[in-house]
């Protein structure tokens, strides 16, 4: 891969030039090899001993997820099938969420691939921490993987990323409409495959009735808190619209929103700047729609209860806590923003079974997941509706002789 050459705008966080010229030529691996899956134990266990690790819960849940017992118990769903890696993976990661590349970094090596990722520009701290460790494990012990993890910066008009995506055979794109659009610019084979992850949103639904009888209610606030919150609203796990079902809608409400602010009053803090974005917003779906109601708040929690859900006013939120909420009988009123641009739904008090009924009746072309509450960051091998695993391995059709 000669081409691929080190350039003033590329600055290599784990790995080198070397290694990611290397990642061409690389053989591929087995799915959950045992080389991997004990490079990624070895890095579970190294960022949780680190006591600067601690600080950081994102962290230390992405180290709980790659340990060898947790990675051996996905393995089982992949066992019947002969698969193997499809050569060279590049991933372009977004900056909105810390560890997001550590995550798409490990799911390229769980499919047998070489991997180069391109990071974001913006640094966060527990990000620098998991490169460091990464490559203290790649320049000794795992030395023989280093082509298969190589992550780097640079611009998306360097020279050595349309070479990268040029030679890859998978290309992952996270990030919004604008950068796939950028990204899709670039050289790719013929018979690469490429995933791409752009702008959604997500919802969630409360059974009013379920939430007044639960004992816990400060708890429920703060998981809603966790998945709405972390990150500052704008990752596509994050709730934009609330739909409240039963019959005590009004009076759920009236008791979740004081405890949701009273959280983001003593843990989040809120830029100045979005205190005034989120009260336009609020006007804004107010002029779009005559019987929206903007409710009471201290701004911490901004809600506009409208009488029916659409994508058009969750297309407002600017992030930082702003809501659409909605009361209905029941999940059918989620249809009108379950389209393809709908992730995730996280659910409280809601049975299995009405969710079935609900897919099985309407069939949306959005809503890849349903979790519970407080669950919706959780990374996840199936992911926007792909499976990660075989996406990006090839599978091998072996048929016997008569």
């Known amino acids: 891969m000669s081409t691929v050459l080190p350039s003033d705008d590329v600055m290599f966080s784990a790995g080198d030039a070397a290694a990611l010229a290397g990642g061409c030529a690389a053989p591929a691996l087995r799915p959950f090899s045992g080389e991997v899956l004990e490079l990624l134990d070895d890095l579970s266990r190294l960022l949780r001993a680190k006591p600067e690790c601690r600080a950081y819960p994102d962290l230390i849940s992405f180290a709980f997820w790659c340990r060898r017992g947790s990675l051996a118990a996905l393995r089982t769903e992949y066992a019947r099938d002969l698969l193997l890696g499809r050569g060279l993976a590049l991933h372009i990661t977004p900056g909105n969420v810390p560890l997001n590349f550590a995550y798409s970094l490990a799911a390229g090596l769980l499919a047998g691939n070489a991997n180069a990722v391109r990071l974001p520009s913006g640094r966060f701290p527990q990000a620098e921490l998991f490169l460091c460790t990464l490559e203290q494990l790649l320049s000794v012990k795992h030395a023989a993987l280093r082509p298969y993890a190589v992550c780097f910066r640079c611009g998306h008009d360097s020279s050595v990323l349309s070479a990268v995506s040029a030679a890859c055979a998978v290309r992952v794109i996270w990030g919004g409409d604008e950068t796939v659009a950028q990204i899709r610019r670039l050289p790719l084979p013929p ?179 349903v979790v519970p509450l407080g669950r919706s960051m959780e990374f996840s091998l199936h992911w926007d509706g792909y499976d990660l695993i075989r996406a990006m391995s090839r599978g091998i059709s072996l048929v016997s002789e008569e």
């Not at 704008?234 to 739909?243: D, E, H, Y």
């Not at 009361?327 to 995730?344: F, N, V």
Request: some cysteine.
């Open 191 to 369: 018979r690469a495959v490429e995933l791409t992850f752009a702008d959604r949103y997500s919802a969630c639904v409360m059974d009013g009735d379920a939430y007044l009888a639960a004992g816990n209610r400060d708890i429920l606030a703060r998981l809603f808190f966790q998945d709405a919150y972390w990150g500052d609203q704008l990752a596509c796990t994050a709730p934009r619209a609330v739909l409240w079902l039963g019959g005590r809608t009004g009076e759920a409400r009236a008791d979740f929103w004081p405890r949701v602010s009273a959280l983001a009053r003593a843990e989040y803090p809120m830029p100045d700047v979005m205190a005034v974005k989120k009260r336009e917003a609020a006007l804004l779906l107010a002029a779009q729609c005559e019987q929206a109601v903007i409710c009471p708040s201290d701004n911490l929690a901004v809600c506009v209860e409208v009488p029916a859900l659409a994508p058009d006013y969750l297309a407002l939120c600017p992030g930082s806590g702003f809501f659409v909420e909605c009361a209905a009988g029941s999940l059918d009123a989620l249809l009108p923003i379950a389209g393809g641009r709908c992730q995730t739904v996280t659910a409280f008090g809601v049975e299995k079974a009405a969710f079935e009924s609900f897919f099985g009746a309407h069939r949306p072309r959005g809503i890849d997941r």
